[in-house]
Protein backbone atom coordinates (compact mmCIF):
# COMPACT_ATOMS: atom_id res chain seq x y z
CA UNK A 1 0.00 0.00 0.00
CA UNK A 2 1.30 3.37 -1.17
CA UNK A 3 1.61 6.30 1.77
CA UNK A 4 -0.18 8.38 -0.23
CA UNK A 5 -0.95 12.06 0.63
CA UNK A 6 -4.55 13.34 0.01
CA UNK A 7 -4.01 17.31 0.39
CA UNK A 8 -1.96 20.17 -0.90
CA UNK A 9 -1.84 23.65 -0.03
CA UNK A 10 -2.33 26.72 -2.69
CA UNK A 11 -2.47 30.38 -2.45
CA UNK A 12 -5.02 31.60 -5.08
CA UNK A 13 -3.35 33.89 -8.01
CA UNK A 14 -4.30 37.06 -9.99
CA UNK A 15 -4.72 34.61 -12.80
CA UNK A 16 -7.25 32.61 -11.12
CA UNK A 17 -10.04 35.19 -10.17
CA UNK A 18 -12.45 37.18 -12.17
CA UNK A 19 -13.38 40.80 -12.47
CA UNK A 20 -15.29 40.52 -9.49
CA UNK A 21 -12.10 39.68 -7.66
CA UNK A 22 -13.18 36.08 -6.88
CA UNK A 23 -12.04 32.70 -7.84
CA UNK A 24 -13.66 32.18 -11.05
CA UNK A 25 -15.61 29.02 -11.61
CA UNK A 26 -12.81 27.43 -14.36
CA UNK A 27 -10.27 27.91 -11.82
CA UNK A 28 -11.79 25.07 -9.57
CA UNK A 29 -11.41 22.79 -12.14
CA UNK A 30 -8.16 23.55 -12.38
CA UNK A 31 -6.95 23.64 -9.16
CA UNK A 32 -8.90 20.10 -8.29
CA UNK A 33 -6.68 18.67 -11.35
CA UNK A 34 -2.89 20.08 -9.94
CA UNK A 35 -4.52 18.28 -6.69
CA UNK A 36 -5.59 15.08 -8.49
CA UNK A 37 -2.28 15.01 -10.43
CA UNK A 38 -0.08 15.71 -7.22
CA UNK A 39 -2.22 12.85 -5.45
CA UNK A 40 -1.39 10.43 -8.02
CA UNK A 41 2.28 11.46 -8.13
CA UNK A 42 2.09 10.72 -4.68
CA UNK A 43 1.20 7.42 -5.26
CA UNK A 44 4.21 7.16 -7.75
CA UNK A 45 1.98 7.79 -11.05
CA UNK A 46 3.43 10.88 -12.79
CA UNK A 47 2.84 11.43 -17.06
CA UNK A 48 6.18 9.23 -17.38
CA UNK A 49 4.12 5.55 -16.21
CA UNK A 50 1.32 6.53 -17.62
CA UNK A 51 3.20 6.96 -20.42
CA UNK A 52 5.05 3.85 -20.18
CA UNK A 53 1.99 1.63 -19.02
CA UNK A 54 0.25 2.97 -22.07
CA UNK A 55 -3.27 3.90 -20.01
CA UNK A 56 -4.05 7.23 -18.54
CA UNK A 57 -7.11 9.06 -16.49
CA UNK A 58 -9.44 11.01 -18.06
CA UNK A 59 -12.46 13.31 -16.91
CA UNK A 60 -15.88 12.15 -18.38
CA UNK A 61 -17.86 14.59 -15.92
CA UNK A 62 -17.17 17.52 -13.08
CA UNK A 63 -19.20 19.61 -10.97
CA UNK A 64 -18.27 22.13 -8.73
CA UNK A 65 -20.37 23.22 -5.18
CA UNK A 66 -19.63 27.02 -4.11
CA UNK A 67 -20.08 27.23 -0.73
CA UNK A 68 -18.36 30.25 0.30
CA UNK A 69 -16.22 33.12 -1.68
CA UNK A 70 -12.90 32.84 -2.53
CA UNK A 71 -10.55 35.88 -3.21
CA UNK A 72 -7.49 36.89 -4.34
CA UNK A 73 -4.56 35.86 -2.26
CA UNK A 74 -7.01 33.07 0.02
CA UNK A 75 -4.72 30.08 0.89
CA UNK A 76 -6.49 27.07 0.93
CA UNK A 77 -6.56 23.39 1.10
CA UNK A 78 -7.58 20.81 -0.90
CA UNK A 79 -8.40 17.35 0.04
CA UNK A 80 -8.52 14.57 -2.46
CA UNK A 81 -10.64 11.18 -1.81
CA UNK A 82 -11.41 7.92 -4.12
CA UNK A 83 -15.35 8.66 -3.88
CA UNK A 84 -16.03 5.16 -5.77
CA UNK A 85 -15.02 2.95 -8.41
CA UNK A 86 -16.08 0.21 -10.84
CA UNK A 87 -15.67 -3.43 -9.90
CA UNK A 88 -13.04 -3.91 -12.81
CA UNK A 89 -11.24 -0.12 -11.65
CA UNK A 90 -12.10 1.07 -15.32
CA UNK A 91 -14.27 4.02 -14.39
CA UNK A 92 -14.13 5.79 -10.69
CA UNK A 93 -15.24 9.08 -9.08
CA UNK A 94 -12.57 11.36 -6.83
CA UNK A 95 -13.50 14.40 -5.48
CA UNK A 96 -11.80 17.34 -3.65
CA UNK A 97 -12.68 19.23 -0.58
CA UNK A 98 -11.69 23.00 -1.09
CA UNK A 99 -11.10 24.84 2.78
CA UNK A 100 -10.15 27.80 4.17
CA UNK A 101 -8.77 27.38 7.15
CA UNK A 102 -11.94 24.66 8.68
CA UNK A 103 -13.83 26.55 6.37
CA UNK A 104 -15.50 24.17 3.69
CA UNK A 105 -15.57 26.75 0.14
CA UNK A 106 -16.54 24.46 -2.47
CA UNK A 107 -16.57 20.39 -3.29
CA UNK A 108 -15.84 19.61 -6.31
CA UNK A 109 -16.66 16.01 -8.13
CA UNK A 110 -14.85 14.15 -11.01
CA UNK A 111 -16.27 11.31 -12.81
CA UNK A 112 -13.48 9.57 -14.97
CA UNK A 113 -11.67 6.63 -16.44
CA UNK A 114 -8.96 4.41 -17.81
CA UNK A 115 -8.04 5.09 -21.09
CA UNK A 116 -5.60 3.06 -23.14
CA UNK A 117 -3.81 5.51 -24.98
CA UNK A 118 -2.90 3.39 -28.21
CA UNK A 119 -6.94 1.36 -28.58
CA UNK A 120 -8.53 4.95 -27.85
CA UNK A 121 -10.79 3.26 -25.21
CA UNK A 122 -11.98 3.42 -22.19
CA UNK A 123 -10.06 -0.06 -20.22
CA UNK A 124 -8.85 -1.59 -16.35
CA UNK A 125 -5.83 -0.06 -15.02
CA UNK A 126 -2.79 -1.77 -15.82
CA UNK A 127 -1.39 -4.25 -12.90
CA UNK A 128 0.98 -1.46 -12.22
CA UNK A 129 -0.96 1.22 -11.76
CA UNK A 130 -4.27 -0.74 -10.01
CA UNK A 131 -1.30 -1.61 -7.63
CA UNK A 132 -0.97 2.18 -6.98
CA UNK A 133 -3.92 3.16 -6.80
CA UNK A 134 -5.31 0.97 -4.40
CA UNK A 135 -3.02 2.97 -2.13
CA UNK A 136 -4.64 6.04 -2.67
CA UNK A 137 -7.54 7.76 0.68
CA UNK A 138 -10.61 6.80 0.08
CA UNK A 139 -13.81 8.64 1.41
CA UNK A 140 -15.53 7.08 4.59
CA UNK A 141 -18.82 6.11 2.31
CA UNK A 142 -16.24 4.78 -1.09
CA UNK A 143 -18.76 2.63 -2.84
CA UNK A 144 -18.86 0.55 -5.71
CA UNK A 145 -20.20 1.55 -9.33
CA UNK A 146 -22.60 -0.09 -11.19
Request: net charge neutral.
Amino acid sequence: MNDATNAVTVKIRWADVDAYGHLRHSAYADWATFARSEWFESAGLDPQVFAQEGVAPITLEETTSFLKEVRLGDILTLSMLAAAETADGSRFVHTVAFQRKSLPVARYRMTGAWFNLRERKIVPPTAAIAACVTGLLRSDNFATLG
